[in-house]
């Protein structure tokens, strides 16, 4: 079993220098003896979400091992909002403290490398391999990886994602308060954004980016409201380093705008759960029971990957997670 001591010993200056260079990059690489431990847990993600149930593991003595990606689905976005003690942080600066507070605790250890496949053994234990051709024993395995956004083919879309172009008036609506904005979406979607962001500002505008597809309701409704509904197809977005300033529609007219909300398609960002078997919701999330495990025994999801997409959310679900498997695996201990 590798202890704390060694592991720290096989950092390397080339894995230092990333950890200084991104506060979620691992600075030292495992031991060798490490791939003949049977951890406790693997957690696949080592975001928000990812960091916090380990946390609750590691205070629970837990043997934990983190591998992660490095690709957290808000690092466009540079600043976080509606979490207490953190809003207006730095998404970053959230994670390297949450990873320093982590890394205290002696029996959680941090990897930087992506996850290739998992494998449920015949005694119920699961092997993970990574890109780099090892493999790691667990009793359980913990999917913290979180959406993909796959952005829409829209000139200039992706460089204002994440900031100009929201997809949360919670996290980022306070911010663009009484401004020009735009809802780049259709039908319920853009209806329900319009209900929200309308008590925001009153300077509100539905792009549908082709024929509306409101029922005759909501469209009573959003005229009750004052909000205007454009049908006009988008050639592409003026923007400055990411900060939209104008949308630009095919016949080459255009309409000023400071902020857009859009909710572009989303898949998991990891497939390794589906070819294992777990379930999704209608929604394309990881369906998970109260302990937080999903359809397949021994396998747990947190944050983005299962429930609403928020920072504090992602906290939260951690934590609710590590707790669970550390009650199943003291019930495992104590009752047989």
Same mark, same amino acid.
Request: net charge neutral; proline share 3%; aromatic share 8%.
């Given at each position: 079993?590798?202890?704390?001591?060694?592991?720290?010993?096989?950092?390397?200056?080339?894995?230092?220098?990333?950890?200084?260079?991104?506060?979620?990059?691992?600075?030292?690489?495992?031991?060798?003896?490490?791939?003949?431990?049977?951890?406790?847990?693997?957690?696949?993600?080592?975001?928000?979400?990812?960091?916090?149930?380990?946390?609750?593991?590691?205070?629970?003595?837990?043997?934990?091992?983190?591998?992660?990606?490095?690709?957290?689905?808000?690092?466009?976005?540079?600043?976080?909002?509606?979490?207490?003690?953190?809003?207006?942080?730095?998404?970053?600066?959230?994670?390297?403290?949450?990873?320093?507070? $982590?890394?205290?605790?002696?029996?959680?250890?941090?990897? =930087? +490398?992506?996850?290739?496949?998992?494998? !449920?053994? /015949?005694? &119920?234990?699961?092997?993970?391999?990574?890109?780099?051709?090892?493999?790691?024993?667990?009793?359980?395995?913990?999917?913290?990886?979180?959406?993909?956004?796959?952005?829409?083919?829209?000139?200039?879309?992706?460089?204002?994602?994440?900031?100009?172009?929201?997809?949360?008036?919670?996290?980022?609506?306070?911010?663009?308060?009484?401004?020009?904005?735009?809802?780049?979406?259709?039908?319920?979607?853009?209806?329900?954004?319009?209900?929200? $962001?309308?008590?925001?500002?009153?300077?509100?505008?539905? =792009? +549908?980016?082709?024929?509306?597809?409101? !029922?005759? /309701?909501? &469209?009573?409704?959003?005229?009750?409201?004052?909000?205007?509904?454009?049908?006009?197809?988008?050639?592409?977005?003026?923007?400055?380093?990411?900060?939209?300033?104008?949308?630009?529609?095919?016949?080459?007219?255009?309409?000023?705008?400071?902020?857009?909300?859009?909710?572009?398609?989303?898949?998991?960002?990891?497939?390794?759960?589906?070819?294992?078997?777990?379930?999704?919701?209608?929604?394309?999330?990881?369906?998970?029971?109260?302990?937080?495990?999903?359809?397949?025994?021994?396998?747990?999801?947190?944050?983005?990957?299962?429930?609403?997409?928020?920072?504090?959310?992602?906290?939260?679900?951690?934590?609710?997670?590590?707790?669970?498997?550390?009650?199943?695996?003291?019930?495992?201990?104590?009752?047989?």
């Amino acid at each position: 079993m590798v202890s704390r001591r060694d592991f720290l010993k096989t950092s390397t200056l080339a894995s230092s220098a990333l950890l200084l260079a991104n506060p979620l990059l691992s600075f030292a690489s495992l031991d060798e003896k490490s791939e003949q431990e049977l951890f406790d847990v693997i957690i696949v993600g080592g975001s928000y979400s990812g960091l916090s149930a380990a946390l609750a593991l590691g205070r629970s003595l837990r043997r934990v091992l983190i591998l992660d990606s490095n690709e957290p689905c808000n690092r466009m976005a540079t600043h976080s909002h509606n979490f207490l003690t953190q809003d207006g942080n730095p998404p970053g600066g959230i994670g390297k403290l949450g990873k320093e507070q $982590v890394e205290k605790y002696e029996t959680v250890f941090f990897h =930087l +490398t992506k996850v290739n496949s998992v494998e !449920k053994q /015949e005694n &119920q234990t699961f092997t993970v391999t990574t890109d780099q051709n090892k493999n790691y024993a667990s009793k359980y395995v913990l999917f913290a990886t979180g959406m993909k956004d796959e952005m829409l083919p829209i000139k200039g879309y992706e460089a204002c994602w994440g900031k100009s172009i929201l997809h949360c008036p919670y996290c980022h609506g306070y911010e663009e308060r009484h401004k020009s904005t735009t809802i780049l979406a259709n039908g319920d979607v853009a209806f329900h954004y319009a209900m929200l $962001v309308s008590n925001l500002t009153d300077k509100l505008t539905i =792009l +549908t980016n082709g024929t509306a597809l409101f !029922k005759t /309701e909501q &469209q009573n409704i959003l005229a009750k409201n004052k909000v205007q509904v454009i049908q006009k197809q988008i050639k592409e977005l003026n923007h400055q380093n990411g900060k939209v300033s104008e949308i630009i529609f095919q016949d080459n007219t255009t309409l000023f705008t400071e902020a857009i909300y859009s909710r572009p398609p989303a898949k998991q960002h990891c497939d390794i759960p589906e070819k294992l078997g777990c379930e999704l919701t209608e929604q394309g999330l990881l369906k998970i029971n109260a302990k937080q495990e999903t359809t397949i025994q021994g396998i747990y999801s947190c944050g983005d990957t299962s429930s609403f997409r928020s920072v504090a959310t992602a906290v939260a679900t951690g934590s609710a997670t590590g707790m669970s498997i550390n009650a199943q695996l003291c019930q495992n201990d104590f009752m047989n």
